[in-house]
């Protein structure tokens, strides 16, 4: 995809917000003979109604927000393209991002006018899947270890932290295999039982019994004040399978985020799920999680600029009070002017 359909994607879905918007959040679109209206000021006036945040990946913190002159450019940016809450991410594939970097970001980005939130993504987190390469073996001690020191150390820098859509696991090892036929989900001293035989009956009982356990109880021992977010991915009635239990989850965590990242229906690598997918599940997990559903998170993978505002579209409809682009350094990392999007 070529930097210029990516950065015109950017523009679009942020034009939506200047005009496809403007009408019902109450402000004027400026016409020719009208001085532009800042899109940093229109954001911050009407982040109540609907706000746009990106994410830093905890590779992104490391190599963008670690100089004084990286720091600089992501503040621009992201002024500059009306996004008005940034989430620092700890954790990604086996890397954990510099404490000291993490801080002096958050505190820059506060004192710039940002809401400032951090972020998990549980790949490579220790002993790997049998299945993805990325995902992780959670029914192995030392993983379950692993994943609680990386939230321990989450919850002591940041009051909210959001878990990215890989909180799952579709391991099959002898370890796996033995627990799911013992019907038993083993977390550190404690045994829980599990209602079934099946891998979804297992992997759904592992993955909550995990969150109570090592995520949430652990995170509020560190800091009572912290909220967990769990995003789900866009999977809807596959959830289950590798041990998504929306349900219970939603129960149990502070708030949830909806994936609404349908791309285009024809990308080869992409592909195959209908736009309108995002709005049906923004407003499925909606309903399930009432005041507790946050937003969508979609990114430009497999998108035309067309697709990619389609997703904005849907998100929005659906009922997200905030639209997440992920992430820094995927839309664009080229400062985009207010004027262009004004006249999008």
Not at 75 to 83: D, H, P
Not at 322 to 335: A, D, I, K, Q, V
């Amino acid at each position: 995809m070529s930097s210029r359909v990516v950065r015109m994607a950017l523009i679009i879905v942020v034009g939506i917000r200047l005009n496809g918007l403007l009408a019902s959040l109450g402000a004027e679109t400026p016409g020719p003979e009208k001085t532009p209206v800042s899109l940093w000021d229109l954001a911050q006036s009407k982040q109540t109604i609907h706000r746009f945040s990106t994410l830093f990946t905890a590779q992104n913190v490391r190599d963008h927000l670690a100089t004084e002159e990286g720091l600089a450019a992501a503040i621009a940016w992201c002024r500059q393209t009306g996004v008005t809450k940034v989430y620092l991410e700890t954790f990604r594939s086996n890397y954990t991002a510099e404490r000291e970097t993490l801080q002096r970001a958050k505190d820059r980005f506060r004192s710039e006018g940002f809401e400032v939130s951090g972020c998990v993504t549980t790949t490579i987190v220790g002993k790997r899947s049998t299945g993805w390469n990325l995902i992780s073996c959670y029914t192995d001690p030392a993983t379950q270890g692993k994943l609680q020191q990386i939230f321990e150390y989450t919850a002591g820098l940041f009051d909210e932290i959001m878990i990215d859509d890989f909180w799952f696991t579709d391991c099959k090892c002898q370890a796996c295999e033995t627990a799911r036929q013992s019907k038993r989900v083993t977390i550190g001293d404690k045994s829980f039982p599990v209602s079934g035989d099946t891998w979804e009956d297992y992997r759904c009982e592992l993955m909550v019994r995990l969150s109570q356990d090592r995520i949430l109880a652990a995170v509020r021992r560190v800091n009572p004040r912290v909220q967990v977010i769990i995003k789900y991915p866009q999977w809807y009635d596959n959830f289950h399978e590798r041990g998504y239990e929306v349900v219970r989850e939603t129960a149990d965590f502070d708030r949830i985020w909806v994936g609404t990242e349908t791309r285009d229906y024809n990308d080869k690598r992409w592909g195959g799920t209908v736009q309108y997918e995002a709005y049906f599940i923004m407003r499925w997990l909606g309903g399930i999680g009432g005041a507790k559903c946050g937003g969508g998170w979609y990114d430009p993978y497999g998108t035309t600029e067309y697709t990619y505002l389609e997703q904005a579209r849907q998100t929005v409809l659906g009922g997200a009070r905030e639209s997440l682009l992920f992430c820094y350094g995927s839309p664009t990392r080229t400062p985009v002017q207010a004027s262009p999007l004004q006249r999008t």
